[in-house]
């Protein structure tokens, strides 16, 4: 069946680094944009970051541009989140999301998510 | 930037009709998905481009987008509807998100 599997999250210092990972299965991955979006505890959801089916087209919400970076290894079907300079702001729980549309060219819905891995950025 | 405006909490008795509004400049111009979360849970695509119902997903289930408001609607709710849901839009490549609704059924 499809899913999605997230890892790399734990507890880490204001000011390091960290990456997380999304292995997925069950479906054809690179026919697929992906996304990263978070919650912090007790809060709602804030999308974090999408890339599209190929890589090419890539996009960050404001509060992580230029801190985070999106990547994705079609041939491990597996996506990326590379996380730097960390804050206690970005303490939350990180999904990754499958978008809904087959080889779209922009995003669509978030059809299919994984369970989730936590982040703690606390000294 | 773009906001998604959802009020805070919805209640519904047991087998009646609930709504749960989204509201945006021109909300009706885009598209609009809706997510269920149920606590501990990841969240669930129960609506996606206004009014359009994934695979599984029950047709008590229901939503349409027009001017500046979203509705999204559950009929003859049942207990294991009571969660949190949100609206989601796409807006100049930014992924927005409204504050979500904590639906209870009383």
Redesign the interface.
Known sequence: QVQLVESGGGVVQPGGSLRLSCAASGFTFSNFGMNWVRQAPGKGLEWVTFIRYDGINIYYADSVKGRFTISRDNSKNTLYLQMNSLTPEDTAVYYCAQDRQRSGSYPDAFDIWGQGTMVTVSS | ?YELTQPLSVSVALGQTARITCGGDNIGRK?V?W?Q?RPGQ????VI??DSNR?SGIPERFSASNSGNTATLTISRAQAGDEA?Y?C?V?DS????????TKLTVL
């Open positions: 930037s598209n998905h997510y979360q990841a969240p669930l695509l996606y481009r994934p949190d949100y989601q796409w490549s930014t992924g927005v998100f409204g504050g979500g």
